[in-house]
């Protein structure tokens, strides 16, 4: 089992908190932890950078932190889109021939609904309407059409969304070995796979980050809980497992942090804090 954080002795060192959302920032009951606006903008006070590292889109993550858009980084897409206090730094689009493939895919195979993730909207068919509600949590903004086979936008990340929680197995036994050869395919949660341009991740968008950003990994913090967050905990310095994580997830850490529920990743921002008081 992994060392709990308080075992790291170079958090005074750390510039840059990179965390995941879903099951890692947001509790259960889809709450960020209470004193979060508080805590990034004294973290941004100091120096140090809150990145909101996430499957979600831009659009959403902005709305989610209205308030810190500019005091704050984005790593949006799984790292498809990445953005500095307001600045886009980073696009990689997936080509319009492609993304119509992988939904010609995803309606031969038949188990899943696709979401074509684009920069302004996810395009979404019309009958998988009744997801609604769960959808929003995620895109908030949802262009349902009767047919996404001539869609033509501007597209980052292509999802697919199982409603049986089953999508680990389909990744294993389907999408992995139909597209890891040319794609970025990952799980993020038991309901979705996704899929971006080869070598589009969240451990990428880290390091393009902290090289804007003229920081060492070594001082990066990332936190996650699941497959689309290893390659980012691979890279940091300091790799957060939250406690609900699966076991599986403690091969990728350097420590483990309290459950989203009980807010570990803002206890470890208030000892990041106090790290540069006791400096």
Partial sequence: ????????????????????????????????????????????????????????????????????????????????????????????????????????????????????????????????????????????????????DELDEAVDKYTVFFPEFDSEEIYASCYGPAFNHEFSVTNAGKQWIDIMNQGVNKGSALTMLSARLGISLDDCIAAGDTYNDIQMLELAGHAYVVSNAEPHMDAHGTHRIPSNNDYGVAEVLDAILQAQTNR
């Avoid at 989610?64 to 799984?78: I, Q, R």
């Avoid at 696009?91 to 074509?116: A, M, S, W």
């Avoid at 769960?134 to 908030?140: E, L, Q, T, V």
């Fill in 1 to 148: 089992m992994l060392p709990w954080y308080t075992d790291d002795t170079k958090l005074e060192t750390v510039k840059l908190i990179a965390s995941d959302m879903d099951l890692t920032l947001i509790a259960d009951d889809g709450s960020l932890p209470p004193r979060l606006t508080e805590q990034i903008l004294a973290l941004d006070a100091a120096g140090i950078t809150f990145c909101a590292a996430s499957g979600r889109p831009y659009y959403t993550l902005r709305a989610m932190f209205a308030e810190l858009e500019g005091h704050m980084a984005f790593l949006a897409d799984n790292g498809a889109a990445i953005y500095d206090r307001k600045t886009p730094v980073f696009q990689n689009l997936i080509d319009r021939e492609t993304y119509r493939r992988l939904l010609q895919f995803t309606k031969q195979d038949g188990r899943g609904c696709p979401c074509v993730c684009g920069i302004n909207a996810c395009y979404i068919p019309r009958t998988y309407q009744h997801f609604d509600d769960y959808f929003r949590s995620f895109y908030s903004v949802i262009d349902y059409r009767d047919n996404l």
